[in-house]
């Protein structure tokens, strides 16, 4: 253990380091455990999804110098890139095994990755922070880079927006009753694969997303969409599948982990998240949030 | 041109044929009772109809269209609705919701909540609660409630009194024949003999995923022995 140097600013900040991390595995989470929730897919391409949110954006950034703009126009294109994946390649195998839909979505997660490395190269990129997140700002009388508290800050929004959206909205209503009985809501008239290819372009956007706003603070490439997707399955699974309540404290619990781990228990920060998940498991093997107990 | 014409049809899961040439109608207005043992076929008819279990041969005229190879979504936007067996509300939805999420906007003299909050005023006061929370009756209500904001001109009830209190059947079986009175065309399953000779006009009695009798509700309801012969598991 690393305790010589805990004070309580670096607590503070290694707490606020989590919750931007958090922030991030929240919105690739919330997409998964839905996605999974009404679609029974696993998709295995999610992490890849954030690393093309990333390179997009990247390469937006290049052409206008714009990081707004790429905030946005690059989880559109990735949303694209969703839609013609839903439409095109997971829709004939709704109605066959499970497994074909894991193939499948692992097959494109190595291809596409490889297409990355083909078209952007294979040394890892940055996007810089946009003003005025550009600068670290006085926290407790040291500097704590501001863009990290935006990311929190923008993660929170985006959170109480889906919570909004899944609970008061028809739509929402819409995917919540599919999570229990898609059947059903079928014999009412809901058209459930446009719902389904929403559901699943939505969820892409979001992965796009968070992959431009984590550009700015840890560099990327070739690597992450495999990383990124084990901390999403950790967080999906920690917190019960299905519920945005599950992914949103799943989050929480793995981003405090991975930050305060690193700094603490440097010896054992690649496993803490692995310990944290067979505890959780342990006590409640349907996850935190998942209302139906096995 | 009737409401609903099922001709024929051979209904499958997997290798096992359960519908076996069936054939039945249902005139525009009227209610029909659908009868028989367990297990002999009743909801496979209904899910034939619905769509959610097409046939594989024979057709369902629906208003006198196709709709034996149609889709669920799409059959009931013709204006077929579903009380299904098992009531199947949404247990993670507000009652609210549980209607609402049906709700087509509401057309003309059509249904909308506050229609269905008049026929079931229970189900306004429990407005805000989730669907697992209601009992037996009150999820009756509801799923009737829902099948109704579709505005349907044909409503499929699969055993709509299953599991309920007496006082709780007698207030469900009134709404039925409210509804069948005021136009509404209705397919009607029932383990509760009674009950559906009650509300129907004609019935059909199936058996082993074929109609083994068929004609008016008057004539079963005043043959005992007919009913024991159709209905009553043989030792
Ligand atoms: N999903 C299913 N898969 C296979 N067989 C089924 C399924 N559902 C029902 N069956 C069988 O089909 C027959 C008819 O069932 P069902 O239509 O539910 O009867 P009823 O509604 O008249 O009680 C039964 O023998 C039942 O075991
Ligand atoms: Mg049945």
Redesign the pocket.
């Known amino acids: 253990m690393n305790l010589q140097n805990f004070t309580f600013e670096t607590f503070v900040f290694q707490v606020l380091n989590g919750l931007s991390t958090s922030m991030l595995l929240f919105l690739l989470a919330a997409g998964m455990t839905l996605i999974f929730g009404l679609m029974e897919v696993v998709n295995l391409a999610h992490g890849t999804y954030y690393l093309l949110g990333a390179y997009f954006g990247y390469s937006v950034m290049n052409a206008t110098n714009n990081f707004w703009l790429a905030l946005v126009i690059a989880p559109l294109g990735v949303g694209v890139v969703g839609f013609v994946m839903e439409r095109f390649f997971l829709r004939p195998l709704y109605s066959k095994a499970h497994s074909n839909m894991v193939i499948l979505t692992l097959g494109f997660a190595y291809l596409v990755g490889d297409l990355t490395t083909l078209i952007w190269g294979g040394d890892p990129k940055s996007i810089p922070a946009p003003a005025p997140f550009d600068h670290s700002i006085e926290l407790l009388g040291r500097s704590f880079p501001s863009y990290r508290l935006f990311v929190a800050g923008l993660g929170l929004l985006l959170a109480l927006g889906l919570w909004l959206l899944l609970e008061k909205t028809r739509i929402g209503a819409i995917v919540r009753a599919g999570v229990s009985d898609k059947e059903m809501v079928r014999g009412m008239g809901i058209n459930i694969s446009l719902v389904f290819t929403a559901l699943f372009v939505f969820g892409m956007v979001l992965a796009g997303l968070s992959g431009v706003v984590a550009a700015p603070f840890q560099s990327f490439g070739l690597g992450d969409d495999l990383r990124i997707l084990v901390y999403s399955l950790l967080v999906v699974v920690i917190g019960g599948l299905g519920t945005l309540s599950g992914a949103f404290w799943g989050a929480i619990v793995i981003g405090l982990v991975d930050s305060l781990g690193a700094a603490y228990f440097p010896s054992f920060a690649q496993f803490g998240i692995y310990i944290v998940m067979a505890l959780v498991l342990m006590v409640r093997p349907t996850g935190l949030f998942n209302k139906a107990q096995a | 041109m009737s409401m609903l014409e099922v001709n024929n049809i051979n209904t499958f ?2 290798k ?1 044929h ?1 519908i076996q040439g069936l054939s039945l109608s249902v005139e525009e207005g009227e209610a029909v009772a659908l009868l ?10 209904i ?1 034939s109809i619905i769509g959610f279990t097409p046939p594989r041969s024979g057709d369902i005229l629906f208003k006198g269209k196709q709709i034996a190879r149609r889709k669920p979504e799409s059959i009931s936007r013709m204006g077929m609705g579903l009380v299904p ?1 098992g009531r199947r509300v949404f247990p993670n939805l507000t009652v609210k919701e549980n209607l609402t999420v049906a709700s087509r906007g509401s057309a003309k003299g059509g249904w909308d909540l506050e229609r269905v909050y008049k026929y079931f005023p229970r189900l306004k006061e429990r407005e805000k609660n989730l669907g697992s929370q209601l009992s037996g009756g009150e999820q009756m209500m509801l799923a009737i409630g829902r099948g109704l904001m579709i505005n349907p001109e044909l409503l499929l009830l ?1 055993e709509p009194s299953d599991g309920l209190a007496p006082m709780v059947l007698h207030d469900i079986a009134d709404i039925v024949v409210q509804l069948q009175k005021q136009g509404l065309s209705i397919l009607l ?1 029932e383990q509760n003999v009674k009950m559906a000779l009650k509300i129907a006009s004609r019935a059909y009695v ?1 058996n082993k ?1 074929q109609v083994a009798w068929a004609g008016a509700a008057e004539e079963l309801r005043n043959n005992e022995e007919l009913q024991h012969q159709l209905l009553v598991v043989s030792a």
């Open positions: 899961y997997g096992s359960i028989g043992r367990n297990g002999v076929g009743k909801t496979t008819t899910r067996q699969d399953v199936l995923g």
